[in-house]
């Protein structure tokens, strides 16, 4: 079983729309959960962190955590095409708190 | 800028050859790390150091040695390059020990290496 596994892709959403990025860890004890984002060509840039049960939204972005069912996922509302790029979801397992455990990533692309 | 920086940006060389990435951040971060992107775009850790001491060392062929000078920068040698090393390496670097927050890792811009 992979540490971290994503919804394959790749997702295409109209603009304006909201895209839907689910992410499952298999590490139950894991404390920190990142969504990062890479345009092609380019290096991750992290967008949102969460660390407890509930949603957390910062601007178009919400992240949503469910310990329990070992789930985080990332809404983009308003999709816009320069939201075009890969989500790649990241969590650190509870054995190494430094370690990031990525998983394969999904490329979302918002059609204009 | 703040910024983790990384040199050079695209790295050509032949089988068997000897090259070094090198990597250097102006955050004030305690922790450092090498990741290597291959060509199917999956991010994979293979070394960290906190204050110039490994911390994590994963599977990776020992061809592969990092080195940490100093707590700012951190440096990837590796000895004779093969096929398979064709990857994108990417330097980052997170505050340390402490709160989870900590662990956020900003990354650099990459370098891309071709072994031909």
């Known amino acids: 079983q992979k540490e971290v596994e994503q919804n394959s892709g790749p997702l295409s959403v109209p603009e304006g729309a909201i895209a839907s990025l689910n992410c499952t860890y298999s590490?139950?004890?894991?404390?920190?959960f990142f969504w990062y984002r890479q345009y092609s060509g380019k290096s991750p840039e992290l967008i949102m962190s969460i660390y407890s049960n509930g949603d957390k939204e910062d601007g178009r972005f919400t992240a949503q955590l469910n310990k329990a069912s070992q789930y985080v996922s990332l809404l983009i509302r308003d999709s816009q095409p320069s939201d075009s790029a890969t989500y790649l979801c990241a969590v650190t397992p509870h054995s190494n708190d430094y370690k990031l455990s990525f998983g394969a990533g999904t490329t979302v692309t918002v059609r204009a | 800028d703040t910024a983790v920086s990384q040199t050079p940006k695209y790295l050509v060389t032949q089988m068997g050859n000897d090259k070094s990435i090198k990597c250097e951040q102006n955050?004030?971060?305690?922790?450092m790390y090498w990741y290597k992107q291959d060509s199917k775009k999956f991010l994979k850790i293979m070394f960290s150091y906190n204050n110039k001491e490994l911390i994590i060392n994963e599977t990776v062929p020992n061809r592969f040695s990092p080195k940490s000078p100093d707590k700012a920068h951190l440096n990837l040698h590796i000895n004779s390059l093969e096929l398979g090393d064709s990857a994108v390496y990417f330097c980052?670097?997170?505050?340390?020990?402490?709160?989870?927050?900590?662990?956020?890792?900003?990354f650099g811009p990459g370098t891309r290496l071709t072994v031909l």
């Open positions: 980052a670097s997170s505050q340390g020990l402490g709160l989870v927050s900590y662990n956020e890792q900003f």
């Open positions: 955050l004030g971060h305690d922790t």
């Open positions: 590490d139950r004890g894991s404390q920190s």
